[in-house]
């Protein structure tokens, strides 16, 4: 059965600056509500916290994650760090640097049973330059970033090697791309599927062909919205289902179902009213998807 989950950040991104009294109680809290007030059984773990507040997110806490995971049994995934990171930099010492950041994080929560870790094969850069690219070949900056791709998947490979690395499908550089370094290293997945809607991917199908790989997959709204004459443009993170909705949960969860996935599919809202209109789309879509008794 598939595992219906939430990022820790669809209640802390918002809450997190409003409330930051307590802190290392407030991530503790945003865990256990998402599995016992939400009644969900999966939570993705932001990792990037470990860099960006690490007073707050160090191994004393991880390891409190570990304590509530035993006593309440939910499964947990972790986001590995991106803010600042490029495991796709040519520039080597930004690239090592990365692969650090990754390595830290990973066995930073050692003591937690990470099902998977989301993995960002390219910073911030991959999306501004495949855009404007038919083919990686035409672009010298993009053989470039799967070059350092390759030595990063290498490094990791040799330094965390039994480490569930998945790399995520991303809005703007085309996994495509990296498909042949993910199988070569065997790697898994991780299937955003907003990520793949943004870019005019279908989802159904990319799962349909990945689904030996992936391990888990991430899931938000997505809007398209009019920018003027003939020119659109399509938002993700937003909450799942309603008026304009353009990512088929239905059809989703019944191919989840029909192949008998049991790994988590998580919800990356940004606030707290998004994610409670997400949960209720997403449980209604996974019980039509049950098979009938």
């Known amino acids: ?22 802190p290392r109680a407030r991530v503790l809290a945003a865990v256990e509500e998402l599995v016992t007030g939400f009644g969900l059984q999966a939570v993705e773990l ?18 409190e994650v570990a304590r509530l995971q ?14 600042w990171v490029d495991l796709s930099a040519a520039n080597e010492l930004t690239r090592r640097a990365s692969v650090d950041a990754v390595v830290t994080a990973v066995k930073l929560s050692a003591t937690i049973d990470v099902t998977s870790f989301a993995l960002h094969a390219t910073g911030p850069f991959g999306n501004e330059v495949a855009p404007g690219v038919a083919h990686p ?15 990063s998947f290498t490094d990791l490979r040799d330094r965390v090697p039994g480490a569930p690395l998945a790399v995520e499908t991303m809005e703007g550089f085309p996994f495509e791309w990296q498909a042949a370094l993910v199988e070569r290293h065997e790697l898994g997945v991780c299937c955003d599927v907003a990520h793949l809607v943004v870019r005019g991917t279908d989802p159904v199908d990319f799962v349909g062909r990945w689904l030996p790989r992936i391990r888990q997959l991430h899931i938000h709204g997505v809007r398209e919205h009019a920018l003027g004459v003939n020119l659109k443009q399509r938002t993700d993170h937003r ?23 049991h ?22 879509s996974a019980r039509a998807a049950e098979p009938p008794d």
């Open 1 to 22: 059965m598939t595992l219906l989950g939430a990022s820790i950040q669809s209640i802390l991104a918002e809450e997190f600056a409003r409330r930051p009294e307590n």
């Open 46 to 63: 932001f990792l990037d916290g470990i860099f960006l507040y690490p007073g707050v997110v160090d191994r004393a806490l991880l390891d």
């Open 70 to 83: 035993q006593r309440l049994a939910f499964a947990v995934t972790a986001h590995l760090p991106y803010a």
């Open 137 to 151: 070949e035409q672009s010298l900056w993009v053989q470039l970033m799967l070059g350092g791709m390759d030595r």
């Open 239 to 261: 909450a799942l289902g309603g008026p304009g909705e353009l990512v088929d949960t239905d059809g989703l969860l019944r191919l989840l179902a029909a192949r008998d996935f």
């Open 263 to 284: 790994g988590p599919v998580i919800l990356e809202n940004l606030s707290r009213a998004d994610l409670e209109q997400s949960v209720r789309n997403l449980r209604q």
